[in-house]
């Protein structure tokens, strides 16, 4: 199924809703702070949404979400005026319905290694006639805060479709899937890309092909019309890149908490 490039997108809509932060922030020249969520608890979404992020990525590929614990946290989060987003394990289109049936405001796909893999993402993330995407889920609206009807006319404009690019494969053909009509924003995993270009993790951060590839990655996106993103450990980190990125994500729940022990046992045992 070919992907006609002449639709709305999420940079270019003229749809407005207020409720979907994240995308307000990149349409407005702004840059979205988001972190991941691995542990399945509503209270711990909260408490992250409540921080002053501007979204929250729910893990479903390496944190211990399930469906339930995925739809809980995108009604959480979204409830506290924050960006659900929802980072999946795989570009299977069950796996896609499932996640935008959440209501998520977008869908973060790891290991899109060209353009054949982001096309397919793209088919599946939007309802016909731009793509396959299926609808029979009365929760997506409300994440929203839209009627049905409503959020069908809106949706292939406003959710969010990154991708993320994060093996030697993918940085060798970011040129086609920057290109690949309805992708929005590329995202750049530091880790995987290092374990596939250097084979060991974490980058040291400057070694010239791990820099190299991190270049074109951005490049491409801002050739093609797209955001770019990364992750990144803090907020120092971020800061010091604000220049090159759109979006960051800044590490994760799982570091954050064990982080802050580890520096308050390493406090007192001074």
Not at 219 to 245: L, T
């Amino acid at each position: 199924m070919a992907i006609n490039n002449t639709y709305p997108t999420p940079a270019n809509t003229t749809i407005s809703n207020p409720r979907l932060r994240v995308l307000n922030k990149l349409r407005a020249g702004e840059t979205p702070l988001t972190t991941f969520l691995a542990f399945p608890s509503v209270r711990v979404a909260q408490i992250v949404a409540l921080t002053g992020l501007d979204g929250v990525v729910i893990d479903c590929e390496h944190g211990h979400i399930g469906d339930d614990s995925m739809h809980n946290a995108v009604a959480a989060i979204s409830a506290l005026g924050v960006s659900p987003l929802i980072r999946i394990r795989g570009i299977s289109p069950d796996i896609i319905k499932r996640a935008l049936d959440t209501g998520a405001h977008g869908l973060l796909v790891p290991m899109v290694n060209n353009a054949k893999e982001a096309t397919e993402v793209v088919k599946y993330s939007k309802f016909p006639p731009q793509g396959l995407r299926g609808q029979g889920s009365a929760f997506p609206a409300i994440a929203h805060g839209l009627t049905t009807p409503e959020y069908m006319l809106s949706a292939n404009q406003t959710l969010l479709t990154m991708v993320q690019i994060e093996t030697k494969e993918g940085v060798e053909n970011v040129e086609e899937i920057a290109a690949t009509p309805g992708v929005d924003l590329l995202f750049i995993g530091p880790n995987d890309l290092a374990m596939s270009l250097l084979g060991y993790v974490p980058a040291r951060g400057d070694e010239p092909i791990f820099l190299e590839a991190i270049e074109k990655v951005i490049s491409a996106a801002k050739r093609h019309g797209k955001w770019g993103g990364r992750m990144v450990n803090n907020g120092a980190m971020a800061k010091e890149n604000a220049s090159k990125y759109n979006l960051f994500a800044i590490s994760g729940d799982t570091k954050a908490l064990g982080n802050w022990y580890l520096d308050q046992i390493d406090t007192f045992n001074k």
